[in-house]
Antibody, heavy 118, light 107 residues
């Protein structure tokens, strides 16, 4: 069974930085794109970013462009989300997600909470 | 970006009821649509992919239909474990978009 294990969440002050990691296993990591999706408290799901299987192509939601950076290390089966210049509105549970052959999301991690507050 | 309008945002239903949830895309997305169920404190779970294909292990009371701009998720006979929030996701481009969600509550 596919496993996605996020880490790196926590409490950070506005303007601060955080790096989330997602360790993937039980599938051929280099064959699939990966994504980050977030969910603010009591709100719906919001797509954040996608990275292609090779890591050469990335896309971002307008709300995070220029502040959040997705990357992957295919030698470590890990995808990252570098979060800079954090704002209160970035407070959310961040889910790591695997893209399927159709480019939709077929598996999700358990989520990691990022809280931005002074 | 493609916008997804999901309706209703919430509904109350009884066990055994037939429930239908709709998502409309702001432009044609072929059948590049999936449906997810999320329970409180848990990650979403895929129910339907390619608009109408049932995810392995998902009960057959769940079905999806549609193509282009209008899509529906139907639960033919609501069960107690189906009370949850449901989301559609368009993946016609890498810039994914979710619908706003539908919370299905017990009447």
């Amino acid at each position: 069974e596919v496993q996605l294990l996020e880490s790196g969440g926590g409490l950070v002050q506005p303007g601060g930085s955080l790096r989330l990691s997602c360790a993937a296993s039980e599938f051929i990591f280099t064959n699939f794109g990966m994504a980050w999706v977030r969910q603010a408290p009591g709100k719906g799901l919001e797509w954040v970013s996608v990275v292609s299987a090779s890591g050469g192509t990335t896309f971002y939601a307008d709300s995070v462009k220029g502040r959040l950076t997705i990357s992957r290390d295919n030698s470590k089966n890990t995808v990252y989300l570098q979060m800079n210049s954090l704002r209160a509105e970035d407070t959310a549970v961040y889910y790591c997600a695997k893209l399927g052959w159709l480019q939709d999301i077929d598996y999700w991690g358990q989520g990691t909470l990022v809280a931005v507050s002074s | 970006d493609i916008q997804m309008t999901q309706s209703p945002s919430s509904l109350s239903a009884s066990v055994g009821d037939r429930v239908t949830i709709t998502c409309r895309a702001s432009q044609g997305i072929r059948n590049d649509l999936a449906w997810y169920q999320q329970k409180p404190g848990k990650a979403p779970k895929r129910l339907i992919y390619a608009a109408s294909s049932l995810q392995s292990g998902v009960p057959s009371r769940f079905s999806g239909s549609g193509s282009g701009t209008e899509f529906t998720l139907t639960i033919s006979s609501l069960q107690p474990e189906d009370f949850a929030t449901y989301y559609c996701l368009q993946h016609n481009s890498y810039r994914l978009t979710f619908g706003g969600g539908t919370k299905v509550e017990i009447k």
